[in-house]
């Protein structure tokens, strides 16, 4: 089993950069997919972006052209460089990795047996 941890989160005026941490352990082999992924109380908890194992990247609408997931395979780090934030990208960050998945892409349903670190908390306010 892998074992994730997120880094990097806080709290942000509109407008500004985060950049988050997903530091791996455990049994990883090669590159494999992996992806962030967010949540607010009291509702689902909703893909932002994955990175398939031959480094190819997908991203909600939401966040195209504002955030961009990268990957150390050396280090066994991924990182999710948030920019322009908006109010409405406050939400609990998760990274995630699956055992199996049907396409490596930010959708809950195409994965399966899945990894989670504990995540880390984005806040975007004035």
């Known amino acids: 089993q892998v074992q994730l941890a997120e880094s990097g989160g806080g709290s942000v005026q509109p407008g500004e950069s985060l950049r988050l941490s997903c530091a791996a352990s455990?049994?990883?082999?090669?590159?494999?997919?992996m992806g962030w992924f967010r949540q607010v109380p009291g509702k689902e908890r909703e893909g932002v972006a994955t990175?398939?194992?031959?480094?190819?990247?997908t991203y909600v609408d939401s966040v195209k052209g504002r955030f961009t997931l990268s990957r150390d395979h050396a280090k066994n780090m991924h990182y999710l460089q948030m920019n322009n934030l908006k109010p409405e990208d406050t939400a609990m960050y998760y990274c995630?990795?699956?055992?199996?998945?049907?396409?490596?892409?930010?959708?809950?349903?195409?994965?399966?047996?899945?990894?989670w670190g504990q995540g880390t908390q984005v806040t975007v306010s004035s």
């Open positions: 455990g049994t990883t082999y090669g590159p494999y997919c």
């Open positions: 990175i398939d194992p031959d480094g190819a990247t």
């Open positions: 995630a990795t699956p055992t199996t998945y049907v396409r490596c892409r930010p959708v809950r349903g195409d994965w399966f047996k899945t990894s």
